[in-house]
């Protein structure tokens, strides 16, 4: 009897550590990306329970088959089934959101761009008492163009936020479960998770390293949905949008009185008809200044949207199903979060 008591008491104990892995039409990388996971938690991370997350964003290929076949032998991996795509953001959130980790990795991609090895040096870490433990994509195996654009980015929207996040971090963050509960508490449509954790504070540590070239398959963030992205992290994050819409304005209109006053100067001094000479700046001027506003137009535009995205308050994601959740260890802690995170599941058929 003693004995028995013991083993509840080590069982009742023993940490939890989620990951979190988004799919869309991945078959040719998940079972890779399980075995990966699983392999670390029968070696180095032996000593604590695993819980697999993978957020299916409604794959047409074999994924969920395959997710399925995983699923049913192997207690520790969970799956939500999302009612259709809604993107990689919002399906990834909406999995941190149902996970029950003592500590979540917020984004283990199936495609193993970011390296499942340095989860023991997160948790590491994490044991520590650090708060938040994120990768920092220090070189990239990627063509010049885009990891150019991709720190160019990242530069801009680091130097203008309020929230101080070191270029080069992405969602591969292992966060606390407190970190984890403080983002339950925003109120956000359309979460842009890896700037989130910041600004929900804690000690934080980085460790850098390479973002590999994918190995199977292709990506399906096209550059539309990498586009999106980028301006809901401005738009979410910093001013810098409103603030260069205000000073370029600002200039223009100084540019205009100068030239104006310069030609009038001129046209005194010289005598000259300026009405027929001027026809053609007034036309350059008129399609200018139109095409500026247009723009500008388009900057408040993109802040509207996020507004109205906050004002409707529906869930971050609709899902079909979830798998295996009801075998998760009690922990106390509510599975679904709060009325932002996903509606309860329900059959399509």
């Known amino acids: ?44 991370l032996a000593g604590y329970r695993r819980e697999h997350i993978f957020c299916d964003n409604a794959s047409t290929d074999g994924t969920l088959a395959i997710l399925r076949e995983i699923a049913a032998a192997d207690a520790g991996v969970r799956i939500i089934v999302n009612a259709r795509n809604f993107g ?4 990834t959130y909406n999995g941190v959101m149902a ?42 195996e990627e063509g010049r163009v885009m990891r150019s654009l991709r720190h160019l980015y990242y530069r801009v929207l680091t130097s203008f936020s309020e929230v101080k996040v070191p270029p080069g971090v992405g969602d591969f963050q292992l966060v606390d479960r ?33 973002w590999r070239a994918r190995r ?9 949905s ?23 304005g600002f200039a223009l209109a100084t540019m205009s009185l100068v030239y ?41 535009g993109e802040y509207v949207l996020a507004i109205y995205g906050q004002v409707r308050e529906k869930p971050v994601v609709f899902e079909r199903e979830r798998i295996n959740f009801e075998a998760a260890p009690s922990s106390g802690r509510p599975m679904h979060g709060d009325p932002r995170g996903a509606a309860p599941p329900f059959d399509l058929h």
């Open 1 to 44: 009897m003693p004995d028995r008591e013991t083993s509840a008491v080590e069982t009742s104990t023993v940490k939890t550590i989620t990951v979190v892995t988004p799919c869309y039409n991945e078959e040719q990388n998940v079972r890779d990306c399980w075995e990966a996971v699983k392999a670390l938690f029968d070696g180095p």
């Open 88 to 91: 990689p953001l919002k399906n």
């Open 99 to 140: 996970s029950s980790g003592d500590a979540v990795l917020l984004f283990l991609p199936a495609d193993l761009q970011d390296p499942p090895e340095l989860l023991p040096e997160f948790v590491a870490l994490w044991e520590q008492g650090y708060d938040i433990v994120y990768g920092i994509r220090a070189t990239r």
């Open 178 to 210: 407190r970190v984890i509960d403080s983002m339950r508490r925003v109120r956000d449509g359309y979460p842009f998770m890896r700037m989130m954790t910041f600004e929900c504070g804690g000690r934080a540590v980085g460790i850098p390293y390479t």
């Open 216 to 224: 199977k398959g292709f990506s399906k963030n096209r550059m539309s």
């Open 226 to 248: 990498l586009i999106d992205q980028g301006l809901n992290g401005l738009v979410s994050f910093t001013t810098a949008p409103l603030r260069l819409a205000l000073f370029v």
């Open 260 to 300: 104006a006053v310069t030609n009038l100067i001129i046209g005194l001094a010289f005598y000259q008809q300026l009405a027929e000479p001027g026809i053609m700046t007034l036309i350059v001027a008129l399609f200018f200044f139109g095409g500026v506003q247009l723009f500008f137009m388009g900057v408040i």
